[in-house]
């Protein structure tokens, strides 16, 4: 019956779409070429912003976002997700750039677009970085280097060797690092890439610089210099002359290392990059302050201060302009969504005006009809109870006559034990009492005035005494009778320590409540002994005149 009412509702469904959808106002626009390049101008001119403007970068790309979703355009759509990653990542918002770059992926994926899916996983590999994942930012630059492999991409192939490299570098593994940054090298200059080369080079000198290879560090750094002069890449000309600089003060060549670095400030200031102009004037207070010039050292320290805090200013101002972007657009966002939520719900209440009737004949049965099947589940639930009561009555029976049966055991198992003790017990009074009778015939037999019988006949004698007080089965006994009486020796040494081993064996007869004569012939002593080993035994355990020692031990 429910089957029906579910498809009576879905027919009432489907004579209702036709109306919403020519009721629908955010209807897909076709995509045209001309379309197309407005989304791809929009990501290019963010591409062009984003290290210097970020907020304005992000704008763009969002608009571009925006359009490609309209138009259904789905690499624009993974482009704008991509670029707004990467705003976001040299922002340090981290978490909001890997989910951009993670949803361009899926696009990626989707259209088999493996060069653009190549620099996604590099580029996730460097925010897996920032978030302190380095096996999760290796695993994405090698899935990187795979696809440009199979791809034969070489200049992809390079630029994922020196991810790679410097990833190493960064985990101070750095023979790894070096060979990764070698073979990216061997690509660059393979395709006389000159940017690509002294990018590389400046890579490979900062890993021999951290292994304090100072002499091979600047003969690479010289390389990028060059290369990047010839590029025309001002830039990383000052980042290689600011390393050279710090190399000449490391290496204790001063005046080197100020005319070097001196270079890269005039440079840095002409191009107006506040961080390596910062960068300078710390490197020039270090060497000026090896130098003993600490005035020079002072006022280059104070500027570079000064710098440092405008630097941080400005990424601060940077940041604060894209979080109000951010807020701005996550505004509209939800201003359009009010909007569009609004207009859906005018919609939905026509259909409910016009469904209304259908729904609330059809709610009575419906209503009706769980309610008789609410009733007949928890009939069935009351009948699965009992068979489980039932079942687990009869579980409870089997182990309890388990129980009895292990009980049984036990007891058979401990009639046993007490059988062999006793018979142990028994077999040393028997073997003590017949070395007794034969100790008394041999000091009868003493009389005999022949001193080389006497002679054997005494030494008979004092190993028969041996044997009576050292009889090894006692190793046997004391193990038979710790498993029939447990704990006895531990019980017994908690009133007294220090307890020879005859004051034991001695304890370990009494628990056995066997007569005093079948003692001391088991001990193979004699009467008095026995009293006098009974009375130590006494004073040791501590206890008074009126105690009874059997009942104490007894009772143990």
């Known amino acids: 019956m429910l089957q029906y009412v579910k498809g009576c509702l879905w027919v009432c469904l489907l004579l209702c779409m036709p109306w919403l959808t020519c009721q629908a106002t955010n209807v897909p626009a076709p995509a045209t070429p001309e379309s197309t390049q407005q989304v791809n101008r929009l990501t290019e001119?963010?591409?062009?912003?984003?290290?210097?403007h970020p907020d304005s970068a992000y704008v763009l790309a969002h608009q571009a976002l925006q359009l490609s979703d309209k138009l259904e355009y789905a690499l624009g759509q993974a482009n704008s997700h991509q670029l707004i990653g990467l705003v976001l990542y040299h922002q340090g918002v981290y978490n909001q750039s890997l989910s951009n770059l993670l949803q361009a992926e899926k696009i990626y994926l989707e259209l088999q677009h493996e060069e653009r899916l190549g620099e996604n996983l590099n580029y996730q590999g460097l925010v897996y970085y920032a978030i302190r994942q380095p096996i999760l930012s290796l695993r994405h630059h090698q899935e990187a280097l795979?696809?440009?492999e199979k791809q034969e991409n070489k200049k992809g192939i390079a630029y994922s060797f020196g991810c790679i490299g410097r990833l190493h570098e960064k985990r101070q593994q750095y023979?790894?690092?070096?060979?990764?940054?070698?073979?990216?090298?061997?690509?660059?200059?393979?395709?006389?890439?000159?940017?690509?080369?002294?990018?590389?080079?400046?890579?490979?000198?900062?890993?021999l610089e951290d292994k304090e290879q100072y002499e091979e560090a600047l003969q690479y750094f010289n390389r990028s210099v060059k290369l990047s002069e010839t590029a025309g890449d001002s830039l990383a000309m000052v980042v290689g002359l600011n390393n050279i600089g710090d190399i000449y003060r490391k290496t204790g060549h001063y005046s080197l290392s100020v005319d070097v670095t001196q270079q890269a400030l005039e440079l840095a200031t002409r191009l107006g990059d506040r961080y390596q102009i910062s960068s300078a004037h710390k490197d020039l207070s270090q060497v000026y302050s090896h130098m003993g010039h600490y005035k020079a050292a002072y006022e280059h320290l104070e500027t570079y201060r000064r710098q440092h805090d405008e630097i941080?200013?400005?990424?601060?101002?940077?940041?604060?302009?894209?979080?109000?972007?951010?807020?701005?657009?996550?505004?509209?966002?939800?201003?359009?969504?009010?909007?569009?939520?609004q207009q859906q719900?005018?919609?939905?209440?026509?259909?409910?005006?016009?469904?209304?009737?259908?729904?609330?004949?059809?709610?009575?049965?419906v209503v009706f009809s769980r309610q008789q099947l609410k009733i007949k589940r928890n009939k069935e639930a009351m009948e699965q109870q009992q068979e489980m009561h039932a079942a687990q009555h009869k579980l409870m029976e089997a182990e309890l006559e388990n129980t009895q049966l292990r009980e049984?055991?036990?007891?058979?198992?401990?009639?046993?034990?007490?059988?062999?003790?006793?018979?142990?017990?028994?077999?040393l009074i028997g073997k003590n009492q017949t070395l007794d009778e034969l100790k008394t015939k041999l000091n009868e037999a003493l009389q005999?005035?022949?001193?080389?019988?006497?002679?054997?006949?005494?030494s008979l004698i004092n190993q028969i005494d041996y044997d009576l007080v050292q009889?090894?089965?006692?190793?046997?006994?004391?193990?038979?009778?710790?498993?029939?009486?447990?704990?006895?020796?531990?019980?017994?040494?908690?009133?007294?320590?220090?307890?020879?081993?005859?004051?034991?064996?001695?304890?370990?007869?009494?628990?056995?409540?066997?007569?005093?004569?079948?003692?001391?012939?088991?001990?193979g002593i004699s009467a008095d002994s026995l009293r006098v080993a009974r009375y130590r035994l006494k004073k040791k355990l501590q206890l008074q005149q009126e105690d009874s020692l059997s009942k104490f031990i007894l009772n143990l």
Not at 45 to 52: E, H, V
């Open 146 to 148: 795979a696809l440009y």
């Open 345 to 365: 719900l005018n919609k939905v209440i026509k259909i409910a005006l016009a469904v209304g009737l259908v729904l609330m004949a059809l709610l009575g049965f």
């Open 408 to 427: 049984k055991q036990l007891q058979h198992d401990l009639q046993i034990q007490v059988k062999s003790l006793t018979a142990h017990t028994l077999h």
């Open 471 to 523: 009889d090894k089965e006692w190793e046997d006994f004391r193990g038979t009778f710790e498993q029939v009486h447990q704990d006895f020796f531990d019980k017994l040494h908690l009133h007294a320590q220090e307890l020879t081993a005859s004051e034991t064996r001695l304890a370990s007869l009494i628990k056995l409540n066997l007569p005093s004569k079948e003692v001391a012939t088991i001990l």
């Open 312 to 341: 941080y200013n400005q990424e601060t101002t940077q940041q604060i302009a894209l979080l109000q972007s951010l807020f701005n657009v996550e505004q509209q966002n939800n201003a359009i969504q009010i909007l569009e939520k």
């Open 448 to 458: 005999d005035d022949q001193k080389a019988q006497r002679r054997k006949f005494k």
């Open 45 to 52: 001119l963010a591409d062009q912003l984003y290290s210097g």
């Open 175 to 207: 023979e790894l690092a070096l060979e990764y940054q070698q073979r990216a090298l061997a690509l660059y200059e393979q395709l006389e890439d000159k940017s690509g080369t002294a990018t590389i080079l400046e890579n490979i000198g900062s890993i």
